[in-house]
């Protein structure tokens, strides 16, 4: 069971309080769902929390597999918990620690591909044109600046 704060994601008051503005134009019941200029509606609270429960089972369960164990043990284990790299590993967790180039490494290996031959890989401009925020570029990418105003003088 994932246990969320539902409140976390209204972020309402801080952007009053930075100045951000935004206009929010939506047609149907649950067009702002994934809105963070407030809080959820109790309808929506409902189904964020069922489909985050489907999510997390879906994950837990193919992680599990992945892992040549039981769901039941998975469970124990995981428990919807974030773990340190270290951590992950000493439960289990994890193949290998290590970043992108180690991973890189290690699917060239079991997919049979020398190391040395050059793989094609995505850029970031090809994931800026799928989520603008990504990577601070958009219309969020004064954040920092704005975030400043924050800051105790």
Known sequence: MVTIHIGMFDMGKLYEKIG???EIISKGQFSELNSSHRSFRPEEKK???ESTQ????EFRDKAASSRSMSVDK???IAQGRVWTGNDAASRGLVDALGGFSRAVAIAKHKAKIPQNKKILQG???????ENPHVYDRGPHSQTPSTLSRLAPS
């Open 74 to 76: 998975m469970e124990e």
């Open 54 to 57: 489907v999510m997390y089972k």
């Open 123 to 129: 850029r970031r401009d090809d994931v800026n044109r």
């Open 20 to 22: 951000y503005n935004e």
């Open 47 to 49: 189904i964020f929390v």
